[in-house]
């Protein structure tokens, strides 16, 4: 019993430290931030203005045109993502296919390039005299260059291109990883029954990823309303915010305009406000599974 006790204690103690770091690191910055979001002025002399923060936002051009912006990356690159990476972990999951090691490390590759190798990359490629501009004028689908930096539908779509880019690798690690978990015999079973290789991929494969599907689609959708690195790298949110983002909005008012660290802060706790509601969505989602 004795013995019992002093294991239990040393395990407590343990987990103390990274509990400690954890609430210093993140939980009281957090906090602090929620009353910052109530203040307004210089940052030596913040003084506390109640919600007039949230009820500027209404107002705030820039705001509602960052908020769309992050919203329609999340409605149309996250479900392209997901489906490409599901397709291509079932290609990429036949055990009859060679050199799979090889395709599978080319697409996850981008995951983990550098973002300014990878930005510099991708103005090159979609510049108005570079690759792909060339590549389309000398096929004949297009008759003149288009303007993927300067126009903001064109660079909204540049952005979604991206980002599924270099993102669509990294989800179908995980459906992968989950695709080899599934037994086998009931692939045989199913084929012997005459289930034709698309049914067995929504009857078998979809059903049995549902829980790998859920997580990364909460993940990539998190990721997304974080957007930052892309568009600050790719378009500085240009051209006249056509594709600024809350985040990058975010980091403009706290160190390229003057300094307003009140409404970046209140900014950023709409962000919080949508994680928040998807992890419930995904608490939910998950207790009707079981």
Not at 142 to 169: C, E, N, Y
């Amino acid at each position: 019993m004795e013995q019992k006790t002093t294991r239990k204690s040393n395990g407590r103690s343990f987990i103390l430290l990274p509990i400690i770091l954890i609430s210093l690191v993140v939980f009281v910055p957090m906090i602090f931030a929620l009353i910052r979001s109530f203040q307004t002025g210089a940052p030596t002399a913040m003084t506390f203005n109640g919600i007039d923060n949230y009820k500027r936002m209404f107002t705030d051009t820039t705001f509602r045109k960052a908020f769309v912006n992050t919203f329609i990356y999340l409605i149309i690159q996250v479900p392209i993502m997901l489906f490409l990476g599901l397709i291509f972990a079932q290609l990429l999951n036949d055990r009859k296919l060679k050199f799979k090691g090889f395709f599978r490390t080319a697409l996850f590759l981008p995951a983990i390039t550098s973002l300014v190798s990878y930005s510099l990359i991708i103005k090159s490629l979609f510049a108005t005299n570079g690759f792909v501009n060339n590549m389309l004028l000398s096929l004949g689908w297009i008759d003149q260059a288009i303007p993927w930096l300067t126009d903001s539908l064109w660079a909204k779509i540049l952005i979604i291109v991206s980002i599924t880019w270099r993102w669509t690798g990294y989800n179908m690690i995980f459906y992968i990883s989950g695709m080899q978990n599934i037994d086998n015999e009931i692939y045989e079973a199913a084929e012997i029954d005459g289930a034709s290789k698309i049914q067995q991929f929504f009857k078998i494969t979809i059903p049995n990823l549902k829980p790998i599907i859920l997580f990364t689609t909460i993940t990539s959708t998190i990721g997304t309303l974080q957007l930052f690195d892309e568009v600050q790298n790719i378009t500085k949110g240009g051209p006249a915010n056509g594709t600024t983002t809350l985040s990058q909005y975010i980091y403009n008012l706290s160190f390229r305009f003057t300094p307003d660290f009140g409404y970046a802060a209140a900014v950023s706790f709409v962000i919080v406000f949508f994680i928040v509601l998807l992890s419930l969505i995904q608490r939910m989602v998950l207790k009707e599974e079981k």
